[in-house]
């Protein structure tokens, strides 16, 4: 096996410095309605879904940990119930670092089995911090007279990304697996996969109802022809990046290239050019037997 291709360290170190720059107090968490009991909140960090009702509240990840009582200040606005569950994605900090403090306040938080394995290896986080329901393939929750549906389609952004889905509400959960109109980033450290990632987003398109919601990780609400407009500019970009590969082309000389002007938007995001072009190279590298 080559060595596996992992996130330069400059990317993690930008991406720790951000968070540690990061001034919590000045963080607005503003809500808006997606579609009847089913809310989005956004502040700092990935984007909170919110189910309210006759039960109590529910959220589909938490930030991070100094945002607690903001987040919590928020929900109360939306509903005089308790939370009783959150729901993580993913394992990244940016959508469970409120765990902790809200399992302390006695809610009870469910995910991927691959989520608690993974926030377990960081020696900093506390034992509240992981999952105490977790499944492997999908759970079903009935809440708020809603079905919840937790879906692991397989490995994409993490190894261990779920999409979230109100039945009756009509609303999808991304997670990372989607960033509105920006290119997606595959977390290869942490067994991600960008060809798993299209697979996924070509099973949502095919089964999802065509006006469904989609909450995204990060960005705008969304909808299914969002999600098919990055679909194609990921196999577009994609491919040209790949036909320079075949041509012989170096990474060097690949990001020297660049892209083609049309993609540039989507490169204004966390994925730039450059990462996106890295994403295709170390996509097309990993696991790839040693001769
Ligand atoms: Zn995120
Ligand atoms: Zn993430």
Redesign the pocket.
């Known amino acids: 096996m080559l060595p596996r291709k992992t996130l330069p360290l400059f990317l993690v170190l930008l991406a720790m410095s951000a968070v540690a720059q990061q001034d919590y107090s000045k963080v607005e968490i503003k809500a808006t309605q997606v579609s009847g009991n089913v809310y989005m909140l956004e502040g700092a960090g990935g984007n909170i879904g919110v189910c309210v009702g006759p039960d109590g509240i529910l959220i589909v990840d938490d930030q991070f940990a100094p945002l607690a009582d903001k987040i919590t200040a928020a929900l109360a606005q939306l509903n005089p119930g308790k939370l009783k569950y959150v729901v993580n994605t993913?394992h990244?900090g940016?959508?469970t670092g409120g765990n902790a403090a809200f399992a302390t306040r006695d809610a009870t938080i469910i995910a991927h089995s691959n989520v608690r394995v993974n926030i377990a290896k960081d020696p900093k986080a506390p034992a509240a911090a992981l999952p105490v329901i977790t499944f492997t393939n999908g759970a079903s929750l009935f809440y708020n007279g809603e079905e919840i549906t937790a879906t692991f389609y397989g490995p994409a952004?993490?190894n261990g990304d779920s999409v979230i889905r109100f039945t009756k509400a009509n609303v999808i959960h991304m997670g990372?697996q989607m960033m509105t109109d920006r290119f997606p980033?595959i977390?290869f450290s942490n067994g991600g996969d960008l060809d798993g990632l299209i697979a996924n987003w070509k099973t949502i398109i095919a089964s999802a109802p065509a006006d469904v919601k989609l909450i995204p990780?990060h960005g705008r609400l969304a909808t299914l022809d969002d999600l098919k407009a990055a679909l194609a500019v990921v196999e577009e970009s994609a491919a040209g990046i790949r036909k320079g590969m075949a041509e012989g082309k170096t990474l060097e000389q690949l990001k020297a290239e660049g892209l083609p002007e049309k993609f540039k938007s989507w490169g204004s995001g966390f994925i730039n050019p450059h990462r996106w072009i890295e994403t295709i190279y170390n996509q097309s590298h990993k696991d790839v037997p040693k001769v």
């Open positions: 993913h990244h940016d959508h952004h993490t990372d980033y977390d990780g």
